[in-house]
């Protein structure tokens, strides 16, 4: 059972990036995917996250309007669309999974939730 998170990279502000979220060893059916972030010096935020049981995505204030999480069946991967990138979206961002029974339609930021974690990819945004 493994994620994997890919995608991040260096763009400048107002740029974007994609980033995505595999799984391997089990599938995101009536899972809740979520991403979070770590900025240095700072603890994990929780970004946007994708209850797959109900379908509903949630979003932080910080990135509503701008990033958007989606799912893709065929690759049992889900993505984070990030636009209109801002220096402080810098971060290294981590997809996390749990299953929605789990989390009960609650806890959805919160970390001790989440069962299995992908590595960080780094995000870094220049003004």
């Known amino acids: 059972v493994q994620l994997q998170a890919y995608g991040g990279g260096l763009v400048q502000a107002g740029g974007s990036l994609r980033l995505s979220c595999s799984a391997s060893g089990f599938s995101f059916d009536d899972y809740v995917i979520t991403w979070f972030r770590q900025a240095p010096g700072k603890g994990h935020e929780g970004v946007s996250c994708?209850?797959?049981?109900?379908?509903?995505?949630y979003y932080a204030d910080s990135v509503k309007g701008r990033f958007t999480i989606s799912k893709d069946n065929g690759w049992n991967t889900v993505y984070l669309q990030a636009n209109s990138l801002k220096p402080e979206d810098t971060a290294v961002y981590y997809c996390?999974?749990?299953?929605?029974?789990?989390?009960?339609?609650?806890?959805?930021?919160?970390?001790?939730?989440?069962?299995?974690w992908g590595q960080g990819t780094q995000v870094t945004v220049s003004s």
């Open positions: 994708f209850d797959t049981s109900d379908g509903l995505k």
């Open positions: 996390a999974a749990t299953p929605a029974r789990r989390l009960g339609g609650d806890h959805y930021y919160e970390e001790e939730f989440y069962d299995y």
